[in-house]
C-alpha cells in the first residue's frame, strides 16, 4: 500500500481497500459516527496507521486508522487528532487499540 501524503488521501485509500464505515473513538472504544452501541476495544485490530504532521502547527497532527472490528466483521476508518491537541480520553483509546495487542498488524506510517 503506498504511503498516502494527505488525510484525504489516506481515508480514500482504505476507502478503496473495503473500510468503509466511518469510525468514532468513544469512551467505550470505537463506534459508527451514526451508531450509539461501541465495538469494543479488545475486539478491534488496527491494520493500517498513518500519522501527519503539520510543517509548523501542532493543531496539524492527525491520525488515520483502517481497522476493522472481529466481534462484528466491519472494516472502518478513524481519523483523529494526536499530540498535544488530542482529547485525553480519546488518546487513550487509541493507545488500546495500537499498544501491546496481540493480532495488531505491523504500521505504515506516513
Known amino acids: 500500500m503506498p504511503a498516502p501524503e494527505t488525510v484525504t488521501e489516506a481515508v480514500d485509500l482504505l476507502a478503496r481497500e473495503g473500510y468503509v ?5 468513544c469512551r467505550d472504544g470505537i463506534a ?3 451508531h450509539d452501541e461501541a465495538h469494543p ?3 478491534t485490530i488496527v491494520d493500517h496507521t498513518f500519522r501527519f504532521e503539520g510543517p509548523s502547527d501542532p493543531a496539524d497532527e492527525a ?3 483502517g481497522v476493522q472490528c ?10 483523529a487528532a494526536y499530540g498535544p ?3 485525553p480520553e480519546e ?11 496481540s ?6 506510517e506516513a
Open 85 to 87: 491537541d488530542a482529547d
Open 41 to 43: 476495544v479488545h475486539s
Open 103 to 108: 493480532g495488531v498488524t505491523p504500521s505504515t
Open 63 to 65: 491520525i488515520v486508522l
Open 91 to 101: 488518546a487513550a483509546v487509541l493507545v488500546a487499540l495500537t499498544r501491546g495487542r
Open 32 to 34: 459508527a459516527r451514526d
Open 70 to 79: 472481529t466481534e462484528w466483521g466491519s472494516k472502518g476508518v478513524i481519523v
Open 21 to 25: 464505515d466511518d469510525l468514532r473513538i
